[in-house]
T-cell receptor, first 115, second 116 residues
Framework: KAGVTQTPRYLIKTRGQQVTLSCSPI?????VSWYQQTPGQGLQFLFE???????NKGNFPGRFSGRQFSNSRSEMNVSTLELGDSALYLC??????????????FGPGTRLTVT | GENVEQHPSTLSVQEGDSAVIKCTYS??????FPWYKQELGKRPQLIID?????GEKKDQRIAVTLNKTAKHFSLHITETQPEDSAVYFC???????????????FGTGTRLLVSP
């Protein structure tokens, strides 16, 4: 079974621009979560989608948004980029239906650099 | 909200020694505790997890223990090997009203170095 994939793997953007990142979960997984990883703040939860609905949201500004499609693929968007948004953005997928299926499997991440 | 503290931040051991990493959490309703290993430039890899109804779980050289009363859980690696060198993250899933599932709150990570 193929793992979680993310595109693109690397991005360089300028302050003020917007960016869209994509995540394809493991086949059969309906939950997709997004995390931001930085050296200073570690791994921080952004949001989680299940069956096209946002179930959970972390403490990030409204510039960070996401969505999930009927095939469980998910996108996240960051508008009006700031230098501090430079990070590795990771998505994780899971079955997401009960505590017995909580295991989250991560994709390789998208390295975003804002200049 | 949930807060997870992880210690130590760095851990150096000799090959063959044991390594122990400890985490504490604040939300007594948390019910799922995974551990991830992240090698340099790679994705976090789930290595073991434990649920709140279990006190201990083992998988070959790796074990995790959970003390719900004290709200702490630990990762134990025995007979360490150089390939165990990586950053290890603990996490907890808080379970509160309207939070749903699948939110992981991570510790700050432990850099484990296993010397031959």
């Amino acid at each position: 079974k193929a793992g979680v994939t993310q595109t693109p793997r690397y991005l360089i953007k300028t302050r003020g621009q917007q960016v869209t990142l994509s995540c394809s979960p493991i086949s059969g997984h309906r939950s997709v979560s997004w995390y931001q990883q930085t050296p200073g703040q570690g791994l921080q939860f952004l949001f989680e989608y299940f069956s096209e609905t946002q179930r959970n949201k972390g403490n990030f500004p409204g510039r960070f948004s996401g969505r999930q499609f009927s095939n469980s693929r998910s996108e996240m968007n960051v508008s009006t980029l700031e230098l501090g948004d430079s990070a590795l953005y990771l998505c994780a997928s899971s079955l997401g239906t009960s505590v017995q299926t909580y295991e989250q499997y991560f994709g390789p991440g998208t390295r975003l650099t804002v200049t | 909200g949930e807060n997870v503290e992880q210690h130590p931040s760095t851990l150096s051991v000799q090959e063959g020694d044991s390594a122990v990493i400890k985490c504490t959490y604040s939300d007594s309703a948390s019910n799922y505790f995974p551990w991830y290993k992240q090698e340099l430039g790679k994705r976090p890899q789930l290595i073991i997890d434990i649920r709140s109804n279990v006190g201990e779980k083992k998988d070959q050289r790796i074990a995790v223990t959970l003390n719900k009363t004290a709200k702490h859980f630990s990762l134990h690696i025995t007979e360490t090997q150089p390939e165990d060198s990586a950053v290890y993250f603990c996490a907890a899933t808080p379970r509160g009203a309207n939070t749903g599932f699948q939110k992981l709150v991570f510790g700050t990570g432990t850099r484990l170095l296993v010397s031959p």
